[in-house]
């Protein structure tokens, strides 16, 4: 059987095909999906569930003419593979290679970038009014998974979308599996769905697809006009936000969708159309099928067997470290609750729940409600800790300000997936926590220089009783160190001398800590005394420590896993507050440079950020060799 993938780069390829032809294409891109993954990793589940429906969208659509969004694009793979990206996929994730998630600098087929959830009906609400704007009558299609529609702003976008009556199709792709088990009413809703119960009369019914629909559409429909009648099945939610509801439909019938999709290609309906879709998770692999995540994100592995090749390592991760301690402090304390934004498993707080499933609450893709949530229960005595990424903290700014700082709530923020990330890339780097946390008045910023430092922070943490605190750490394993008790506590705002030398002092702040021990010892070597300070904290600073360190050391470096702003811009405002640069002390500071880092190892991505032991040793050698000294202008200043 000649392979009909190979003949399709680009939809306008798949499009030359006959309808009957689908069904195998959409095999072979299956096939094809898990090849390319088991030698990448990635999101395998997402695009295995959505292939057939990927296949139909650039059947009928003329993308890219016609714009079609993933929300989130985990599930991007397959729609990849025909848009012209079929010789590059296995580049997949890596440095210099394709991106893991739609990318508009990728490709035009990408119109609008994603990586966190829910924008996409927002983004193509956008589009929709533009091209209305210019008189275009393209399509603009959005596609978005049940578990993205626990966001807020996925409503915020269907009402306003109902509200302007735009020419917008949404495809809910309903897998009833987000990352984590479904959570909140919107879940239990779409199972109703499901169940054939009616929910309003078959008159109401039939007054909304007449209403909605010309009778010429309606004489066209065919088997579509089945689906119309599926209305009774449920709907109405997204009736009364002034979509018209289609479906549910199998998402793994490729001719039926086809067939539906044309229809409402067709429509001279003005308002928004939502399709609801039932798709698989992992659909058509049987290791990813049985699986719990369902192959949510994978290594490398085996195709025959599904197994996968993690690293093994004797050392425990920072997200087990933060878990394993919390629950031995909530043995003790019952006022300590677990708050996650559809990532249990990711923050470690799944191992939290299945000792304390009462004081545990996953609120589903949600983090601004988590961020408010917890700020609730920390005005009732409770001590909450919402562990949540360092990039979907950024999502929830406005409540970390306005219902938490402002109010001097003492939330526990465990900011988990600090600093570069690898193969993410730039959508799911932590880099903008400390410069964000610690602009903020009466805020404790601490960050993890190991895995000891962690359980330090975490014990600290317990007993900051009148304002918010955050404690960051990054992705991956620790160093393998002796951990402490839990009762071994830091003082507030008091760093920590790791070494001492004479010439220059590299202020640490965060898990950059062996990079600056390997530079100490080059440095040494060539004659130069360091010493190394671990901050512990970005906020309060260790005033004392600080400015002790200035006066007897030529140099003070700092170094932070974060953008500009951060750590080194507060300790140089202290420094030049109390006129330390006067005196003649050098500064350097360094940070993550002022662009967003691609994708790659995160060793390489340091490297690239120069914020790596040998970046250090430059600085320094650098910075003490400088004896630049400006001239003074005698000369007016004039315009």
């Known amino acids: 059987m000649t392979k ?8 306008s390829d798949l499009r030359k095909f006959d309808k009957k032809h689908l069904r195998q294409i959409s095999e072979e891109l299956r096939k094809e999906l898990i090849d390319v993954v088991s030698e990448t990793g990635g999101h395998l589940g997402a695009g295995l569930g959505v292939v057939e429906l990927t296949i139909a969208l650039h059947y009928v659509f003329n993308t890219p003419k016609d714009k079609l969004v993933w929300d989130v694009s985990h599930q991007c793979y397959p729609h990849k593979i025909i848009t012209g990206r079929k010789k590059e996929i296995r580049t997949l994730r890596k440095g210099g290679g394709l991106s893991g998630f739609t990318k508009r600098e990728e490709s035009e087929y990408d119109p609008f970038g994603a990586a966190h959830s829910s924008t996409s009906i927002s983004s193509t609400l956008g589009m929709s009014v533009a091209k209305k704007l210019s008189n275009d009558n393209n399509n603009v299609i959005a596609v978005i998974g049940d578990g993205a529609m626990s966001a807020g702003m996925a409503y915020e976008a269907m009402n306003n979308a109902g509200a302007l009556k735009s020419k917008l199709i949404v495809i809910l792709n309903d897998n009833k599996m987000s990352i984590a088990k479904p959570v909140g009413a919107m879940s239990k809703y779409l199972a109703k769905l499901l169940s054939g119960k009616l929910y309003f ?3 109401e019914t039939i007054k909304l697809i007449t209403s909605a629909f010309s009778k010429r559409f309606s004489q066209k429909a065919g088997k579509a006009e089945d689906i119309l009648r599926g209305i009774v099945t449920g ?5 009364e936000l002034g979509f018209y509801y289609i479906g549910p439909i199998d998402g793994h019938d490729v001719d039926y969708l086809v067939q539906i999709l044309d229809n409402v290609k067709k429509s001279k309906h003005e308002g928004p159309i939502l399709i609801h879709a039932i798709t698989q998770k992992g659909k058509g692999y049987k290791p990813a099928e049985d699986s719990g995540d369902k192959y949510h994100g994978v290594s490398k592995f085996n195709i025959s067997t599904g197994e996968q090749s993690k690293s093994k390592s004797n050392t425990p991760s920072y997200t087990k470290v933060f878990s394993e301690t919390l629950i031995k402090h909530a043995e003790k304390d019952t006022k300590i609750i677990g708050i996650t934004g559809a990532m249990p498993s990711g923050t470690g707080l799944n191992l939290f729940e ?8 996953d609120v589903g893709i949600a983090e601004q409600h988590a961020v408010t949530f917890a700020a609730g229960l920390a005005t009732e005595g409770y001590k909450p ?9 950024q999502r929830a700014y406005d409540q970390v300000v306005h219902d938490v700082a402002l109010q001097s709530l003492p939330v526990r923020f465990a900011i988990d997936r600090a600093g570069l990330v690898g193969a993410d890339g730039p959508t799911h780097a932590g880099s903008f926590d400390i410069t964000y946390l610690a602009t903020l008045p009466n805020f404790v910023v601490m960050a993890a220089s190991d895995e000891s430092e962690l359980v ?7 007993n900051i009783n009148d304002r918010p605190s955050a404690f960051r750490y990054p992705r991956g394993n620790g160093v393998g160190i002796e951990l402490p008790g839990i009762n071994d506590v830091l003082e507030i705002g008091k760093g920590k001398i790791v070494c001492e030398g004479k010439q220059a002092a590299i202020l640490n702040f965060g898990a950059r800590i062996d990079e600056c021990k390997k530079a100490k010892e080059i440095l040494e070597k060539k004659g130069i005394r360091i010493s190394i300070i671990d901050a512990r904290f970005a906020k309060p600073l260790d005033e004392k420590l600080i400015l002790e360190v200035a006066s007897n050391h030529e140099l003070i470096l700092t170094i932070e896993e ?3 702003g951060g750590f080194g811009s507060h ?3 202290l420094l030049s507050d109390r006129g330390v640069f006067d005196k003649g002390l050098k500064f350097r500071s360094m940070f993550l440079p002022d662009i967003f880092i691609d994708q790659d190892s995160p060793e390489k991505m340091y490297e690239k950020a120069g914020l790596n032991y040998n970046s250090i040793v430059e600085k320094i050698e650098e910075a003490l060799k400088s004896n630049i000294i400006f001239a003074k202008n005698k000369n007016k200043l004039s315009n």
Do not use: E, H, Q, W
Request: hydrophobic share 45%.
């Open 571 to 573: 300790v140089m405002k």
């Open 201 to 203: 009369s078959l008159r």
């Open 562 to 564: 974060g953008s500009i």
């Open 385 to 393: 800790y919402a562990a949540i990424y360092s990039t979907f903290l």
């Open 4 to 11: 009909l993938l190979d003949k399709i780069d680009y939809p």
């Open 354 to 361: 299945k000792k304390f499933p009462d004081r545990m609450f």
């Open 456 to 462: 330090k922070m975490i014990n600290t943490s317990v």
């Open 235 to 239: 709907g109405t939610l997204f009736s």
